[in-house]
């Protein structure tokens, strides 16, 4: 399509603002390169169509026709910290996709683990970076990719050296301020052989913003590591949230990502895992808790490649009002992953008649010898579950909280980080509070 | 003043009457049997009593207390001081039998306008009442209910009954799905909760609860009334002679 017609759609009127931004001064050629090769890729390919598989239930159109703007330089003066997860580790802050050294805290990283931006990466880092991750995407995820590659604020490398084992988190700050602002960033983390840590991700907004935010994460976990990647997406409710992860797993590694969706009017999660050896154990699980008009679709694709890997996957949602849950997933077994074991299960918790939940699990098996497993349920809360609740002196309100945080307690659990987990369910437990509980008490 | 009067109580499940003029006084510290058959209401009569959703009442009083219990909401009535251990206690995943048990407790301290209770010391207080119903501490971080033998669960149900005390004590078919040990223990909590405030009403199909549990009064109910009242002498003329004499080839 020639671009003078694109540019008739608002987003894409941004995407062109954006190719004139050089943040970065001179060092900046090598983002401006990617940026003009996601823009010109992106306008090749178009807005993931409704057309596509994967985008039936999740329409970008609204999207396209609102005007977003390059952030300026803003005055954050502090982190929304009732928002964000409260962990006690090292802080990498991103204000608007780009590092921001103030509200950063890396002093207390250990030294075994490594931590750059954009502007600090060396010239091998950026080939690393430039590599292709060996999970191919499919058409229908290339459109995100060229969007955040075109819109591209700022890049994360950490690397994990080889055998470093560390009980403290990592913990990525991503803050949204500004009136349609846009931005893009890029995670690639690398897991050294045999070494192991969490990284722990905190999307949030300033009060009042609207913002749309791309993060895309390439994720290299090499043989025998363990990585924990937990995220809770607590975007403000007028913003848009698109994310890609992208991990490739080897030999006798573990992932264990957790995706808990709270905010946003409009979100996406992919995440997409490829098994390439034996021996992984890979878990893709996540919480989500929408009202109103929010849109949260959960897009998992895992991938086993080689024999004897096993995989888990449990998603718990609570839907309210008008707000509509996607969940997709598909385990993907090649022919000679033999031994395979995969489990996949996606619950939505419906509390209005209103609200919506479209469930697509799906198995795709060339192997003979496996053991695969899925489905999906959709439930109100029980009367008999209420009543008894009642029958013991808690009022209905009372009853219903306590069984909505239950409910999604369960998958919380899933998280294999205690702290971790701890600190999400809290988290959990005081915005089931506020978005279900208190809206009346609000204004 | 009595704990508990119904008066002439009619009450419907869906369009079907089930309750068909039921009159009852219990008075302080007294324990009430009410025995029948299956199909008799029994049941139905505990549920109105607790308000439970979905049993309309038609016709009649309940007076608790001098409080018109059909006003209030199922938790109000709980906080007032009504117990329903239920028959099939209900599994509650994901609410371990510890928060479940404070939310109920301090629910009522909140009624009553009082102070939350503190942590520490009502984890002492439950502790041990748990341990006189031989209760492990497991069972209280387990969630309510799960996974739990029908011993177990009648157990929970009188662990609770311990814990907040009620004026009124409901306990519906609390026998059913019980061996003789599990049964004394349970008839031994009830017992040691019985005080001369405390009232109870034993809902029940088989004497045998009766004799752990001894009864000052017993009702018979079929079709929906009581058809006779006596002592405890009467629950055992029912084992002997069974219910048939209150059917009379009606349904």
Redesign the interface.
């Known amino acids: 399509m020639n671009s003078s017609v694109e540019s008739i759609v608002p987003f894409n009127q941004f995407i062109d603002s954006a190719q004139g931004d050089h943040p970065h001064g001179n060092s900046g050629d090598w983002l401006s390169e990617i940026k003009e090769k996601g823009r010109i890729e992106f306008y090749k390919l178009g807005w993931p169509s409704p057309k596509f598989e994967s985008w039936r239930y999740t329409n970008l159109n609204k999207l396209a026709k609102t005007q977003f703007f390059l952030p300026q330089d803003m005055e954050l003066a502090k982190l929304p910290y009732q928002d964000i997860l409260p962990v006690d580790a090292p802080k990498i802050a991103l204000v608007n996709g780009k590092f921001n050294r103030e509200l950063s805290d890396l002093s207390t990283i250990s030294e075994g683990i490594l931590v750059n931006n954009f502007q600090g990466m060396s010239d091998e880092q950026r080939a690393l970076f430039s590599l292709e991750n060996p999970t191919t995407l499919p058409k229908e995820g290339l459109p995100v990719k060229a969007l955040n590659d075109a819109l591209l604020s700022d890049v994360l490398f950490i690397e994990i050296r080889p055998g470093w084992q560390s009980d403290v988190p990592l913990h990525i700050v991503s803050i949204g301020c500004g009136d349609h602002v846009g931005f893009s960033s890029k995670i690639f983390v690398s897991a050294g052989e045999n070494s192991h840590l969490d990284i722990v991700e905190s999307h949030a907004g300033e009060y009042e913003s609207t913002y749309f935010s791309s993060c895309v994460s390439n994720i290299d976990i090499k043989a025998g590591a363990r990585l924990g990647h937990y995220k809770l997406q607590n975007d403000t409710n007028t913003s848009t949230h698109l994310a890609l992860t992208q991990t490739s797993i080897e030999a006798d590694a573990a992932y264990d990502n957790f995706v808990m969706s709270v905010g946003g009017i409009l979100s996406r999660s992919e995440v997409r895992s490829f098994i390439a050896a034996s021996g992984v154990e890979c878990c893709v699980n996540g919480a989500y808790l929408g009202t109103l008009n929010q849109h949260m679709d959960n897009t998992t694709f895992i991938e086993h490649a080689a024999e004897g890997s096993k995989s888990r996957e449990v998603f718990k949602g609570v839907l309210a009002d008008h707000a509509k849950g996607v969940f997709q997933g598909k385990i993907f077994v090649h022919p000679e992953a033999q031994k395979t074991d995969g489990y996949q299960m996606n619950r939505a918790l419906l509390l209005s008649d209103k609200a919506e939940i479209d469930s697509k699990p799906e198995l795709e098996i060339y192997a003979d010898d496996v053991r695969c497993s899925h489905g999906a349920t959709v439930g109100e809360l029980e009367?008999?579950?209420l009543?008894?609740?009642?029958?013991?002196?808690?009022?209905?309100e009372?009853?219903r909280r306590?069984?909505v945080?239950?409910?999604i307690?369960?998958v919380i659990d899933e998280i294999q980080s205690q702290s971790i987990k701890e600190a999400l369910s809290r988290v959990a437990s005081d915005l089931l509070k506020k978005k279900l509980f208190e809206r009346c008490n609000e204004r | 003043m009595s704990i508990l009067s119904i008066e002439n109580l009619h009450a419907n499940v869906g369009e079907t009457e089930i309750l068909r003029g039921i009159n009852l006084k219990i008075e302080p510290g007294e324990v009430h049997a009410v025995m029948g058959p299956n199909g008799s209401g029994k049941s139905t009569l505990s549920y109105v009593l607790a308000g439970r959703d979905g049993y309309s009442v038609t016709g009649g009083s309940v007076e608790f207390k001098d409080k018109d219990l059909l006003e209030l909401e199922a938790d109000e009535r709980a906080n007032e001081g009504v117990f329903l251990a239920f028959q099939y206690p209900v599994e509650v995943p994901g609410v371990t039998g510890m928060t479940f048990l404070r939310e109920a407790y301090n629910s009522r301290l909140r009624y009553e306008g009082r102070d939350e209770a503190d942590a520490m010391e009502f984890l002492k207080l439950v502790r041990s009442k748990a341990k006189d119903l031989n209760m492990s501490d497991d069972m209280l971080k387990r969630p309510v209910n799960v996974g739990f033998s029908g011993g177990e669960k009648k157990r929970n149900e009188i662990l609770q009954m311990a814990v907040l005390e009620p004026k009124l004590a409901i306990l519906d078919e609390t026998d059913s799905g019980l061996d003789i040990d599990a049964l004394k223990l349970v008839a031994d909590g009830v017992n040691a909760l019985r005080t001369s405030e405390r009232s109870m009403l034993i809902i029940t199909h088989y004497q045998r609860l009766l004799d752990y549990i001894e009864p000052d009064h017993v009702h018979v109910l079929a079709h929906g009334q009581i058809q006779r009242s006596g002592g405890k002498e009467l629950a055992l003329e029912l084992e002997a002679n069974g219910y048939a004499e209150f059917f009379d080839g009606k349904v």
């Open positions: 009367e008999e579950h009543f008894y609740l009642k029958a013991r002196g808690i009022n209905a009372s009853a306590l069984l945080e239950a409910y307690g369960e």
